[in-house]
């Protein structure tokens, strides 16, 4: 005869995993005492044969046979054999899901987009696959975002609301955790949960109980897990007590970090998923994969994701519109950030290679399988390959029975809607990050060599045309590809002047390149140099000289100086005065840009802080070049001027005006010149080798203003991470380094940006004003040892600076960029002024400012003490009000 605990168990072990039932259920199906039969399945329970969720009242349940946490075929099981960087999270998950009696509550930590709440979803469905959840178990969502400023609704939402709770509630509600009951909540962006909110949550998750809004008697209960997701810090973000509560916290790796393998295998997924909703197999080209693996993806998968869809959307339209056998999606249908992943592609070959093979066209998803197969085949020519473009046009036109000599014509017409069109295409901003450096280079010795030679200028728009040409001619004929100009002679007899040229210009790139070139390259070189005539007719387009500076007149003087000399009205002022709101005159001085300059640019000349701002404010309004120059003088604008109205470039005046600043017309050297080589400098230092390196490098100096003369970009590769250490301490030596920008931690004293952020563009707002500070910092120098006569003006700089830095952290108050230029410049005049013994300047203000700001003036004059001490002067009342101004009027800004 059967024991009554065996029988017991028995009757759970048929009932299965997925039924809970109650001690005095258990009874009346048994016929046996409640007493009983509760405290055999208590027995049980400790015996760890069955499980039991505590509540009112506590429910028992039979365990899932061959319970396991490596299961075999579970959810999350299928997602580990695929995605090996997740093995850790989701063994933690499991562990979360199993931890007796009902499991832990869980937090899910990741950037945007890697799949949090995918994730969440995935730990509901393997609860089912093990039988801890039943099949019809809820899995609940709920956005704290939507609820973030509102903790009553918040409370209604997740708890309910009893009848005549507020106004307008006039039924009984259930809240989302009642609707959870044995399932799970998961609370996504639970960062923007109040702490009110977060407060709420302590009596539940301790005690499973809580009670809908307006009850104060009831108490409710419900057996839910709770899983959260954040992209912030815990620390920063929750509550301690409700962190300490969460025993599980899960962290999920970005796309990066999941390595390209695993972002093919997510690639491959979504296009599966397209497939299945357009009922169609689908043909991904070699390039567009190479694109999708290589491109800064910033979201991670809920971007990629997106931009799959776009490009399939695209791809889908075309198939519709052209009525194609097949839905291809090739490079053209990729979004243009996307496409820019092929200029990546270059930095990972040797991974690519591997994954997708060399001989590979493409690969076909289908929509009923699970598994890829490739076609072989030639893959694609890169989108932009001027030869693929012109052998597609000879092909048309030899099919339409185009002659020889009408052929010639049209290829000519073709080049010179190429060259048009390339300036569409693409600005000089973004000319570093498509085109090889060393092509850059050679294209500015070949256009300054031609020019010399032809006597005549070329548009930027054949300059970025022949980047572009010469960029896919190395690409073709490293593959072993020629095109044939069989118009080579025709272009030699017709153009004898501009075809020698060509012909000394192809020696010029193969030297640069190292390779040999057909001779018909010169042909095509020299239909460059003769097909830019719309735009030599066109009158040409002089660069603006816009001058600002702070105070009354300044920039207006400056001007009125420079246009009496060269007798023109051609340079304009803005001056601003120091009561007026920046904002006020960059909307001037946007209009004045608007009505003075066209595509070929704005230079600005100003003197000192937001300032310097303005030109990247102007360039986007108006989509024109801006270069500006700081710490404007009258050489400066006499410079620019000419320069500007004789038709130079806006790049040409930069530079010559820049030069202006290391020794003016008639001016002796001083006997402390400028350094010859800067004396700041950025390292950009990557894994993958030096070529990368010098990527980031051209990437940075595209991407930021700075002037060359004080500030230059060294490329550090790290092959080998000591040598690497070696030479940055080296370079510290010789140079002082602002920043380090790699992904590796090199030197802990030195501040380090990300490659991602850079690339994505968040660091790069710290690091120009980390670069515009020390800009004005070193040209501050300069101008006090010019102009401060009883004291040295590196000196007192270095000892102000520290001061006012001292006043910052006691004050726990951070000067903005001006305000603090502004503050150096005062005090140090300042310090020479007292040093001479001069009166102080009374302030008409002081006895209110003493009185309503008692502790602000015990900081200024213990931080100025030092200052008076080293400069043997004294400080006034008077002096240490119009100090104390800065900082209020810093305060109040802010």
Known sequence: MKKRIDVLYQKLLDLGPGSRSSASQLADLLGLGRANVSSDLNALWKAGKIEKIEGRPTLFFAKAPQESLYRAETTLDKLARTNKSLLTPIEQAKAAVLYPPRGMHCLI??????????????????????????????????????????????????????????????????????????????????????????????????????????????????????????????????????????????????????????????????FREEACRLEREIQISASAIHAFLSYHCPNNIGQLKTDIQLTCASAYAEFISLKKEQLK?????????????????????????????????????????????????????????????????????????VSEEELEFDIEQYFTQFIKGVHQRINKEDMARIIDPVIINLVEDIVRYAEARLEKVFSQKVIYGLALHIQTSKERLAQGKQLVNRHINDVRVKYKREFAVALECVRMIEEALLMDLPIGEAGYLTMFFVLDEESQNEERETVGVLVITHGSGGATAMVDVT??????????????????????????????????????????????????????????????????????????????????????????????????????????????????????????????????????????????????????????????????????????????????????????????????????????????????????????????????????GQAVLRDVSACVARMEE?????????????????????????????????????ETILRNNKKLYKVVRHELQPLADEYEISFSDDDICFIMVIFLNSKTLA
């Open 810 to 846: 006691h004050l726990q108050q951070k000067l903005d960029f001006d305000t603090r230029i502004g503050a150096y410049l005062h005090m140090c005049c300042l310090v020479d002024r007292l040093k001479g013994e001069a009166a102080s300047i009374v302030c008409s203000e002081k």
């Open 109 to 270: 930590l990741g950037e945007t987009g890697v799949g949090k709440s995918s994730f969440a979803g995935l730990i509901h469905a393997y609860s089912i696959d093990i039988g801890r959840l039943g099949a019809s178990a809820p899995f609940v969502v709920f956005n704290c975002a939507d609820y973030a400023n509102n903790p009553q609704l918040l409370i209604s939402q997740l708890f309910g609301v009893k009848k005549g709770a507020y106004t307008g509630a006039e039924h009984d509600r259930k809240g989302l955790l009642e609707k959870a009951d044995g399932g799970i909540l998961f609370l996504d962006e639970v960062h923007r949960l109040p702490a009110e909110g977060q407060e709420i949550f302590f009596t539940f998750m301790d005690k499973g109980i809580f009670r809908r809004m307006g009850e104060s008697e009831v108490e409710r209960t419900a057996q839910v897990q709770i899983i959260s997701a954040t992209t912030e810090t815990p620390e920063s973000s929750l509550l301690k007590t409700f962190i300490r509560r969460i025993p599980m916290i899960i962290k999920l790796p970005s796309l990066v970090e999941r390595g390209m393998e695993e972002r093919f295998g997510i690639m491959m997924n979504i």
């Open 563 to 792: 246009n009496r000399l060269l007798v023109t009205d051609y340079a304009k002022a803005l001056d601003l005065p120091l009561e007026e709101d920046a904002m006020k005159i960059l909307e001037q001085a946007t209009a004045m840009a608007r009505e003075m300059c066209g595509p070929a640019g704005l230079l600005l000349l100003v003197d000192m802080g937001s300032l310097l701002g303005f030109g990247e404010i102007i360039a986007t309004e108006l989509g024109i070049p801006v270069r500006v120059i700081s710490m404007v003088s009258t050489p400066h604008v006499i410079e620019a001027t000419r320069k500007a109205m004789l038709g130079h470039s806006l790049d040409d005046i930069y530079r010559d005006v820049i030069s202006v600043s290391l020794l003016q017309p008639g001016q002796a050297i001083r006997e402390t010149p400028r350094r010859t080589a800067p004396s700041l400098a950025i390292v950009a230092a990557c894994l993958s080798g030096e070529g990368s390196a010098l990527f980031l490098k051209k990437l940075l100096e595209s991407q930021l203003r700075y002037d060359d003369q004080l500030l230059t970009f060294l490329p550090l590769q790290l092959m080998d991470k000591a040598e690497a250490r070696r030479q940055l301490k080296k370079i510290k030596q010789e140079r002082k380094v602002l920043c380090v920008v790699s992904n590796y931690l090199l030197d802990k004293d030195l501040r380090c940006y990300g490659m991602d952020d850079v690339i994505n563009g968040e660091a790069l707002k710290d690091i120009q004003q980390m670069i515009d500070l020390e800009e004005a910092y070193a040209k501050m120098e300069e101008t006090l040892r010019e102009h401060l006569r009883r004291v040295d």
């Open 329 to 401: 999606v090739t490079v053209q249908d990729l979004p243009h950030h996307v496409k820019q992943g092929l200029l990546l592609a270059k930095e990972q070959k040797k991974a690519l290679e591997e994954l997708v093979g060399t001989d590979r066209k493409c690969v076909v998803v289908q929509p009923s399988e699970e598994s890829l197969f490739w076609i072989e085949g030639e893959t694609d020519e890169p989108a932009d390959s001027v030869y693929n473009k012109i052998e597609q046009k000879i092909h048309e036109l030899r099919n339409q029975g």
